[in-house]
């Protein structure tokens, strides 16, 4: 297995020697949580998941059925498209195109095991069960109440999050542990106002709390207090991408891997926690497209993520979508056409000739249509045999993007269609779904159906932005994006 040994953190230090005094220094964190030995004798290391996750419904053990990379090896990112088993969990697990599920993954067992060693936690004691309990005069947070016969090994791999970037209360909950006064003097510089710029440099290198210990070796916090200001471990969400019209038996979605690289001069390597997870489990998928079944039996826990904001496929299926997602953005869409594709099927057998269907629109992107056009085959298909009226794709490093007119985003299609997407709207009272990044694309795609309704239909910027903003409200515009 081996044990992960960290980064030291690039710090420059010379205003530090100029400071006299620190200011706005946070207060040390309140003492909340205490570590109870429940039985020394008790050994709490199981695979299977502890009792101290939370979820909003019940989780389910589901079985790694399939993998499929869907990406050429050459692309920036590489991604995965993974098929999970649930037929044995029909009833607990009902979905249409549109739904998420939370995965619970633990945190990588390298930087757990590399954590310990670094606290000088012994294998003895991190696998003893222990209860964790609230101090005199405080309350356990939410994600710690059910940390009952437990294990410290547990609590790093599934009750905190060591990976998240660090808060200043971090910081100086270490500084009040810190035995080598240049080390404790730096970590207060860090925390406080004068060291503002270094802190922000501090994140840049999105450092792991094991890269901050070691960076302050003689920093040895008892666990219990780690536990105070540790932020919560979150399961990752991910949309479904396929139909229980099509197969009620399987889950079906997607994800790009999470690897990447820090910023210059730092050059990190830095991974994800779920996404390396699943690749790892499923055997790193490298063949573009090639479906591959997987026979072992690795479970993947899963729960069903309440779907409040109403992204799903509508059930009047005579009302026209506009779907925008760039990216794995796209991944929602193909089960929404997946279901209208059968829906359509069912009525045609059932003789419904007269009866309306509405139209499908899809404006999809990727950067190149070789490497990294998702879903390419079924999309296509879809397209060719009529169910989806529009297929409309454009390639972000295609030589002429962005130049004389050629589309470069997806919003820059959607202008150049604004007549018809207007006619859609205004006519044909089109639902409009965006699937994918909240911060450029979102903002982008919102800025060019507000020009649409200015250039169409006549009508102020201000007035435009009302409508969308109502749209929004009345579950017409539908967003699930990705911060």
């Not at 992960?4 to 309140?30: N, Y």
């Not at 619970?104 to 757990?112: G, R």
């Not at 964790?132 to 947070?141: F, H, K, Q, Y």
């Not at 069912?346 to 950067?367: D, H, P, Q, S, V």
């Amino acid at each position: 297995m081996g044990i992960a040994s960290g980064t030291k953190i690039m710090l420059d230090l010379s205003e530090l020697a100029k400071v006299e005094q620190f200011t706005a220094l946070p207060r040390i964190p309140t003492v909340i949580c205490k570590i109870i030995k429940s039985n020394e004798e008790r050994i709490i290391n199981s695979p299977t998941l502890p009792t101290l996750i939370n979820t909003p419904t019940p989780i389910v053990n589901t079985r790694l059925d399939a993998v499929r990379c869907l990406t050429h090896p050459e692309a920036l990112k590489r991604t995965i498209h993974l098929e999970l088993e649930i037929k044995d969990y029909r009833e607990k697990l009902e979905f249409i195109p549109g739904d998420s599920f939370g995965i619970i993954a633990p945190n990588n067992e390298k930087l757990c095991l590399g954590i310990l060693k670094t606290l000088e936690i012994d294998e003895n004691e991190a696998n003893q069960e222990i209860s964790v309990e609230s101090a005199e005069g405080t309350e356990l947070p939410s994600h710690l109440r059910n940390a009952k016969s437990t294990s410290i090994i547990e609590l790093l791999r599934y009750g905190v999050d060591l990976n998240s970037l660090p808060r200043k209360a971090l910081l100086r909950l270490l500084a009040e542990y810190t035995t080598n006064e240049e080390e404790k003097k730096t970590l207060l510089f860090l925390c406080s106002k004068q060291g503002s710029v270094q802190f922000n440099l501090l994140r840049e290198q999105v450092p792991t709390l094991l890269d901050l210990l070691i960076t302050f070796p003689s920093s040895k916090p008892p666990l219990e207090r780690l536990l105070d200001v540790l932020p919560p471990h979150q399961p990752r969400y991910y949309s479904i991408v396929n139909s229980p019209l099509v197969n009620r038996d399987l889950l079906h979605f997607a994800f790009n891997i999470v690897d990447y690289k820090t910023p210059v001069p730092y050059n990190v390597r830095k991974y994800g926690v779920c996404t390396p997870w699943l690749d790892n489990l499923s055997g790193y998928a490298k063949e573009i497209n090639k479906r591959v079944p997987l026979t072992t039996d690795i479970n993947i826990p899963i729960f069903m993520k309440p779907n409040s904001n109403e992204f799903a496929v509508p059930s009047d299926i005579s009302r026209p979508i506009i779907m925008i997602g760039p990216g794995t953005g796209v991944a929602p869409f193909v089960g929404f056409i997946q279901h209208r594709e059968q829906q359509i099927i069912a009525e045609r057998k059932l003789n419904n000739i007269e009866k309306t269907f509405g139209e499908m629109w899809l404006f999809y992107g990727c950067r190149d249509i070789e490497k990294d056009y998702l879903y390419r085959e079924e999309l296509e298909r879809f397209s060719e045999n009529g169910f989806l009226k529009e297929l409309l794709v454009v390639i972000s490093r295609a030589p002429n993007a962005g130049l004389n007119g050629n589309p470069k985003y997806v919003q820059d299609l959607l202008r150049k269609r604004g007549q018809e997407i207007y006619e859609l709207l205004d006519q044909k009272n089109a639902m409009i779904f965006v699937c994918g990044d909240a911060q450029g694309m979102a903002k982008g795609v919102n800025d060019a159906l507000a020009d649409i309704l200015v250039e169409h239909g006549k009508i102020q910027k201000s007035d435009a932005l009302k409508i969308l903003t109502q749209w929004i409200s009345d579950k017409r515009y539908l967003r699930d994006l990705v911060r």
